[in-house]
């Protein structure tokens, strides 16, 4: 009986009706959205990198050495020589290396030099490796690969020829035009700051400088052996990943690489400068947090206030249940059935919204920001979440549900002068 009365009610105010429920449902987009994209940043940041213990480049901040040599953030302070990064990597302890060289650029993408170890030890997500979806590694001075979403946004292939821009400027003046590219592959996609990256070797990134000594090409013209791979001596790196054998030695490590004597280098851990940057941006995150809040309240309100205002509209409704048999219990749990059945429906139709916003935003997510947003079932967080928003909606109604409940039926009979 109830149940049918609440629906003749909602039937009866469906325009006022409607707009509480879409003010609840656009509250449960924002604020479910809202939680996805914040977890999804952080899962995309913590999961960028796996398996590296150190990462060592020249002396400066350690934020900005994790930014530039995993995320393509920024710049370099300086380069390190090839002797130092040598000499750390014959140390015993280390088990593997991963040498970077960046500076240069193509159409506002980090062409990001290495050797063969990127693609064989490189890992994320847990222990996710570098694939490739077609073509071969790079494997002379001018080959490259390309990352997934590189590739996607100038629909190149494999076997078309680029050209990389000198400096980090997407609108760079100058080019390395007399040293094109060939392209020999594209990875497969990571949802990481992998997908936005130009590989190249090492070889190649000190081939492209040839004759670049004062910062413009000289225009000399430059012996073509000059530019076999195995005539190409690499002279300074920007930075270099490290493996080591054993765990306990990483604090050790990184302390003697802190006081290396010959050169002022220093070395970071990885998840460690990940949570300090996290800590560093958490006032963002909380932010949105509350915003989220603050708008998830204002729509509960709109019930509240919705009902409310309409109990005097509705005082003469609420006499003739009275008068047909209906007790004051009844009354009361009709205007809380309704608040629960607006709320609901807010609710339902607000994970549904959530879902078909995530499928249109989640690929520029993931191009522009390497957010990764998976489409999946409600987490038991966001349960808690809605059941939450469901008792507070269902709440909301008690207030005007306890005003119709103290009504008299004389009051609501009487007419008002």
């Known amino acids: 009986m109830i149940n049918f009365l609440t629906y003749k009610s909602i039937k009866n105010r469906k325009f006022t009706s409607f707009l509480c429920v879409l003010s609840i449902a656009l509250s449960v987009t924002l604020f479910l959205g809202i939680e996805r994209i914040r977890n999804g940043a952080r899962d995309g940041f913590t ?3 796996s398996k590296t213990d150190l990462i060592v480049g020249a002396k400066g901040g350690s934020l900005q050495l994790l930014l530039y040599t995993v995320f393509h953030i920024g710049g370099a302070v300086n380069n390190i020589k090839m002797t130092t990064y040598n000499d750390i990597k014959s140390n015993p302890q280390v088990e593997w290396t991963i040498p970077i060289s960046l500076g240069d650029a193509y159409r506002g993408f980090r062409v990001v030099a290495t050797d063969e170890n990127f693609y064989k030890h490189y890992r994320f997500r847990g222990d996710q490796e570098v694939k490739m979806q077609e073509g071969v590694l790079p494997a002379d001075t001018f080959d490259v690969v390309l990352g997934s979403e590189v590739a996607k946004k100038f629909k190149h292939k494999v076997g078309d020829p680029i050209v990389i821009s000198h400096g980090l400027s997407s609108e760079a003046v ?71 054998k054993s765990r306990i030695a990483v604090l050790r490590m990184r302390r003697n690489i802190d006081m290396y004597p010959n050169e002022p280098v220093m070395a970071i851990i ?31 309100m709109s019930i509240l206030i919705s009902l409310y205002t309409s109990i005097n509209e509705r005082r003469r409704e609420m006499a003739i249940l009275r008068s047909l048999g209906a007790s004051s219990r009844h009354v009361f749990f009709l205007l809380l059935y309704e608040s629960s059945f607006l709320v609901l429906m807010g609710c339902i139709f607000g994970v549904a919204s959530m879902y078909g916003l995530l499928y249109f935003v989640r690929p520029w997510l993931e191009s522009n920001f390497s957010v990764y947003l998976p489409i999946e079932p409600l987490s038991k967080t966001e349960w808690y979440y809605l059941a939450g928003i469901f008792v507070v909606g269902t709440l909301a109604g008690l207030i005007p549900a306890i005003k119709a409940y103290l009504n008299s039926l004389q009051d609501g009979l009487t007419i008002k002068i």
């Open 47 to 49: 999961n960028t990198i």
């Open 174 to 244: 100058l080019s390395h035009d007399n040293t094109p590219f060939k392209i020999v592959g594209i990875m497969a996609p990571t949802q990481t700051p992998i997908d936005t990256g130009v590989y190249i070797t090492l070889q190649g990134m000190e081939a492209i400088h040839f004759g670049w000594e004062t910062g413009v090409p000289s225009g000399e013209a430059i012996n073509p052996d000059r530019f076999k791979k195995e005539n190409i001596e690499i002279t300074q790196l920007t930075s270099f990943m490290v493996k080591l």
């Open 270 to 300: 990885p998840a460690l400068s990940l949570q300090e940057m996290w800590e560093t941006i958490g006032y963002v995150e909380q932010i949105l947090f509350l915003v989220s809040l603050c708008v998830l309240l204002v729509g509960v």
